[in-house]
């Protein structure tokens, strides 16, 4: 038997997530069984679970992709000598989730994921992992914000991230549930929030 290349093998991995995305987004996470999957790809079941071995894998490859592309954005803005104001390193964010697909369908999936990592282990392990990674860039961005003035300098860094690492879910649960709920919407409705206590403190002085 020929060896598999890695461009054969990478090729047959993209065919079995996308397999399972559009089963997930159509079904749901816990009505798909892996024998949806197998038909979706057009697969036997040797050759799929030669690439993953239950639905919690292929899930969690899914949202690795996700936090991978999220987490390239940060480190472009981490790694460039002037920082881009806030409001606009959060549009980039809302950017890459409003990326995904069909996007509502993608924010439904995820709120699935979500409502099953209560009660499954290993989902709940898989979310947990990402949202970590997704907090430590936030930190990273905190600190550079701080020394550069836009933010105050007396806040945790841990603290300020865990909110601004809300607004990612906070994005997709309104987007799966509403229509006209864009990247450029939610980042018009962050911008003055983060800028009001640069506007209340100026007024102070003003007085």
Not at 1 to 23: E, F, K, N, S, V
Not at 30 to 40: G, K, L, P, Y
């Amino acid at each position: 038997m020929p060896r598999l290349t890695p461009g054969y093998r990478d090729a047959r991995r993209r065919q079995i997530i996308d397999a399972a995305r559009r089963c997930f987004t159509r079904s749901g996470f816990q009505a798909t069984s892996m024998q949806d999957i197998f038909t979706e790809s057009g697969l036997s079941a040797g050759a799929v679970y030669g690439y993953f071995t239950s639905k919690e894998a292929l899930v969690a490859a899914i949202i690795e992709e996700v936090v991978a592309e999220i987490t390239a954005g940060f480190d472009d803005v981490l790694n460039n000598e002037a920082l881009p104001p806030l409001p606009e390193v959060l549009e980039r964010l809302f950017t890459a989730l409003d990326k995904q697909d069909t996007r509502r369908e993608f924010a439904a999936l995820v709120v699935q994921v979500w409502a099953e990592a209560v009660r499954n282990p290993i989902l709940g392990a898989t979310l947990a992992g990402s949202y970590r990674t997704m907090r430590e860039k936030f930190v990273r961005l905190v600190k550079r914000f701080q020394q550069e003035g836009q933010l105050d300098p007396a806040a945790k860094p841990g603290d300020v991230a865990r909110v601004l690492t809300t607004f990612g879910p906070a994005f997709l649960f309104q987007q799966a549930l509403l229509d006209g709920v864009g990247a450029k919407a939610f980042s018009r409705g962050v911008h003055p929030l983060l800028l009001a206590p640069q506007t209340v403190g100026s007024r102070r002085g003003d007085e």
